[in-house]
């Protein structure tokens, strides 16, 4: 079987058979082949695994960045609505123990509102929105989710005023 290449592109499993045929060396030869080639796809491997964490990284970074941004511009401008004021005095407040010192005051993540199922339904019921065909619009699901971002700010800005007066 010598001067017939080795360089098999389907799985070797099928073709053992034939293998038993082939001179050792050749093997030997072949196997050195998929040894070097392994190790070079090994390495570009971690090279591209390097260069993804590093971007990711970056990615994190940016987005963080943004986020912060995002959150001063909006404590900054808002201004407390009715809207604002309906679902915070909906909201079931309670504490929270971490087993600790540490004792937070926050909501039912899951059930933040009246426990629909979907906080973007719960806003849009507590708010009287009318829904086209029994769902929220891509406007009122947008509007859903800035009153979500900005409720803590909202509650922020109350429990000041309230100390100022």
Not at 120 to 135: M, S, Y
Request: aromatic share 6%; net charge negative; hydrophobic share 35%.
């Amino acid at each position: 079987m010598s001067g017939r290449s080795l360089r098999l592109d389907t799985g070797y499993e099928n073709s053992w058979g034939l293998l038993d045929e082939v001179d050792t060396s050749e093997l030997k030869a072949e196997l050195e082949r998929l040894d070097s080639f392994a190790k070079t796809c090994n390495e570009k491997a971690r090279e591209v695994a390097s260069k993804s964490d590093r971007i990711n990284r970056k990615r994190h970074v940016l987005s963080e960045a943004i986020e912060r941004r995002r959150y001063r511009a909006t404590v900054d401008s808002l201004v407390v609505s009715d809207d604002h004021r309906k679902l915070l005095a909906v909201m079931d407040f309670r504490l929270y123990k971490d087993g600790g010192d540490y004792v937070f005051i926050g909501v039912d993540g899951k059930r933040p509102l009246i426990s629909s199922g979907s906080i973007h339904r719960d806003i849009a019921q507590i708010l009287g929105w009318e829904l086209p065909n029994d769902d929220l619009s891509d406007d009122q699901y947008a509007t859903a989710d800035q009153l979500i971002y900005e409720l803590p700010i909202a509650l922020n800005k109350i429990l000041a005023m309230e100390q100022e007066s």
